[in-house]
């Protein structure tokens, strides 16, 4: 399947991440029992069905990475609807505390998601708003 799960199928709030996470998100989901965690091993083929699975049910939903532009965030919408779900990302190599991890996700946690203009769009995500944006007809 290249994903793992880590902490309760029925825990409310979900942290989605890949690759060099797992050591971090293992001793976070012990120690938080209301997370649980998707952590993709390999990017593609991405595992779709295991994902929609997983997200039932939850309340709140994060993704992590180590990203300043937050590119996992932004391939992630590239596939699915990431409606409600806010990125938590921060640059440079140093791995992530759980510490570090806490008080990012409290920080975030009064964020809005950010909306992110499918991949296809003729309007990128400045132009949204703007009148010829509105008038363009999307491929079919």
Not at 115 to 138: D, F, K, M, Q
């Amino acid at each position: 399947d290249w994903y793992r799960t880590l902490g309760r199928a029925d825990a409310p709030l979900g942290i989605i991440a890949w690759g060099s996470m797992y050591g971090l998100l293992y001793e976070w989901v012990r120690a938080n029992p209301e997370y649980r965690v998707f952590l993709l091993e390999i990017l593609h083929p991405f595992p779709l069905a295991g994902l929609a699975a997983w997200r039932q049910g939850l309340a709140k939903t994060w993704t992590l990475e180590l990203s300043f532009q937050r590119q996992f965030h932004r391939y992630l919408g590239s596939l699915i609807d990431l409606g409600g779900v806010v990125s938590v990302a921060r640059s440079g190599g140093l791995p992530l505390s759980t510490a570090e991890l806490s008080r990012m996700l409290t920080e975030a946690s009064s964020l809005r998601p950010r909306t992110i203009a499918p991949p296809w769009s003729p309007c990128g995500a400045r132009a949204a708003a703007t009148s010829a944006c509105s008038r363009a007809s999307p491929r079919p």
